[in-house]
């Protein structure tokens, strides 16, 4: 069997370019790896149909909301998932119906799922239940389809670092903060990354971010490139469980879900923030 792991880093609008990277294996065999490239909309689902034609089954990892049903306010998930982040001295952008140009009937997020799952998909009941495409259980085992999943990379560098945690304090790892940004913390966040490509054999992805630590002024470009990598080691992770890292998913296909790394301090507060706001937190996956 051929299959596709794709990191998709969104960006969130149309205006803005995110990026892309996959990499591309027969049975076990690692066959190819893509460099991250800076893609929009248009450009992820092409890339992504490219690799359906070619693949009997394609995992993408995108770094954006793809169930959001509420009309205003936040998804249940992104009130557990800010409560590790505040912790962190960060935050989060929460996600609902009413930021038209991000998650409203014509935003770009609904469009790029059609053109990938070559089905409507109706924007304005976008409850994920019934449908394999963003189950996220389903994603994890079944083969010959295409499957997304909702993740979160600075949700996960905490868990994949626990550097983050130790000094209580989230990676400031975005050039375009110019107040925060912080050259030791995107130097980090890359050995990190170096790290993990290199546990799932990722030799070219690993060399890359190797390389990206060594910037002396990294840009938001960067830092997008660096975030598809991070999706995209989540998706492997969840398929493949073979880094050793527990991987949980917080939420469900109705109000809207994300899976993430988590270790055991990471773990710790989103168990408790979950038990408060009433969401459902599955048991860590383990290699």
């Given at each position: 069997m051929k299959e596709a792991f794709v990191g998709?880093?969104?960006?969130?609008?149309?205006?803005?370019?995110?990026?892309?990277?996959y990499a591309v294996f027969q049975e076990d065999t690692l066959e190819?790896?893509?460099?991250?490239q800076l893609s929009s909309f248009r450009d992820a689902a092409e890339t992504i149909n490219e690799l359906r034609r070619e693949c009997d089954d394609v995992l993408v990892a995108?770094?954006?909301?793809?169930?959001?049903?509420?009309?205003?306010?936040?998804?249940?998930?992104?009130?557990?998932?800010?409560?590790?982040?505040?912790?962190?001295c960060s935050g989060t952008q929460t996600a609902n119906r009413n930021?038209?140009?991000?998650?409203?009937?014509?935003?770009?997020?609904?469009?790029?799922?059609?053109?990938?799952?070559?089905a409507e998909h109706p924007g304005t009941t976008n409850a994920g239940i019934g449908n394999p495409l963003m189950d996220f259980e389903v994603a994890k085992t079944a083969t010959g389809q295409i499957?997304?999943?909702?993740?979160?990379?600075?949700?996960?560098?905490?868990?994949?670092?626990?550097?983050?945690?130790?000094?209580?304090?989230?990676?400031?790892?975005?050039?375009?903060?110019?107040?925060?940004f912080c050259l030791a913390d995107w130097g980090l966040a890359c050995e990190t990354?170096?790290?993990?490509?290199?546990?799932?054999?990722?030799q070219v992805l690993m060399e890359w971010a190797q390389a990206m630590a060594k910037l002396p002024s990294p840009r938001k470009a960067h830092q997008?490139?660096?975030?598809?990598?991070?999706?995209?080691?989540?998706?492997?992770?969840?398929?493949?469980?073979?880094a050793?890292?527990?991987?949980?998913?917080?939420?469900?296909?109705?109000?809207?879900?994300?899976?993430?790394?988590?270790?055991?301090?990471?773990?710790?507060?989103?168990?408790a923030a979950c038990e408060k706001n009433h969401v459902y937190i599955s048991p860590a996956h383990r290699a």
């Open positions: 998709f880093d969104s960006a969130w609008s149309v205006r803005n370019k995110g990026a892309i990277s190819r790896e893509a460099l991250p995108i770094d954006q909301p793809i169930i959001v049903p509420n009309q205003y306010g936040s998804r249940p998930v992104d009130r557990v998932a800010g409560s590790l982040m505040g912790k962190l930021k038209a140009t991000m998650f409203g009937d014509a935003a770009p997020i609904w469009r790029f799922i059609e053109d990938i799952s070559a499957h997304l999943i909702e993740v979160y990379p600075a949700l996960a560098l905490p868990a994949l670092e626990p550097k983050f945690m130790d000094r209580s304090y989230a990676a400031r790892y975005n050039p375009r903060n110019k107040n925060k990354v170096r790290r993990c490509a290199g546990e799932l054999n990722l997008d490139k660096l975030d598809a990598v991070i999706c995209l080691i989540i998706a492997m992770q969840w398929r493949r469980e073979r050793g890292h527990g991987l949980t998913v917080i939420g469900n296909l109705e109000s809207g879900y994300m899976v993430t790394p988590a270790s055991c301090d990471t773990r710790r507060i989103l168990q």
